[in-house]
């Protein structure tokens, strides 16, 4: 069965530090997500991505957050410089479909981030 | 005004019995409702979709959606120990899901 995988599993870094963020959409989807999840708090949408440019993106998803399709199968999330607020597990979420049935998302397993 | 609205429970049901899981959300342009199910340390995954006012079923699983009240619920009958797991309720008020806190569901053997 076809699944959305993400790189690192765990990333501890220093604050101030930069970070990316790997997933691997399914193939042949067209629609790519980074949402977050404080430990405890609710799935947060940060950002949207289709045809190489941002869809929608959330207030969390300020200048310090940036995304990138560098080739044909990967989606990256950097963030430039990391507070220690920004620790928390980051799915990304791909999907075939727009419209009505955009909510239909297949979630990777998370890179759970950890900022010192 | 938060967008999807949950109780945080925990939700406890004995085995066998019907949980009820409800949703209120803010955007009446709201086209699509969608059930989550979230394992503890695991990522969401999907369950449930509905998209018309009445009722959906999927084996043991019915969304119900009432667009009137801005209000959507989910039915698990015949509630088994493995439904113990955190439901979420999402929305999409433009192009990007948004989800509620979740609702635990605890079920007793």
């Known amino acids: 069965e076809p699944e959305v995988t993400q790189t690192p599993s765990h990333q501890v870094t220093q604050m101030g530090q930069e970070v990316i963020l790997r997933c691997v959409p399914i193939s042949n989807h067209l629609y790519f997500y980074w949402y977050r999840q404080i430990l405890g708090q609710k799935v947060e949408f940060l950002v949207s991505f289709y045809n190489n440019e941002i869809s929608e993106k959330s207030e969390i998803f300020d200048d310090q957050f940036s995304v990138e399709r560098p080739d044909g199968s990967n989606f990256t999330l950097k963030i430039r410089s990391t507070k220690l607020e920004d620790s928390a597990m980051y799915f990304c979420?791909?999907?075939?479909?727009?419209?009505?049935?955009?909510?239909?998302?297949?979630f990777g397993e998370g890179s759970r981030l950890t900022v010192l | 005004q938060k967008e999807v609205e949950q109780n945080s429970g925990p939700l406890s049901v004995p085995e066998g019995a019907i949980a009820s899981l409800n949703c209120t959300y803010s955007?009446?342009?709201?086209?699509?409702f969608f059930w989550y199910r979230q394992y503890s340390g695991k990522s969401p995954e999907l369950i449930m979709f509905?998209?018309?006012?009445g009722d959906k079923e999927d084996g043991r699983f019915t969304a119900q959606l009432n667009k009137a009240s801005q209000y959507v619920s989910l039915l698990i009958r015949d509630s088994q120990p493995s439904d113990s797991a955190t439901y979420l309720c999402?929305?999409?008020?433009?192009?990007?899901?948004?989800f509620g806190k979740g609702t635990t569901l605890s079920v007793s053997s």
């Open positions: 955007d009446r342009g709201s086209q699509s």
């Open positions: 979420a791909s999907s075939a479909a727009s419209g009505r049935a955009a909510g239909e998302l297949f």
């Open positions: 509905i998209y018309s006012n």
């Open positions: 999402a929305v999409t008020p433009r192009t990007a899901l948004i």
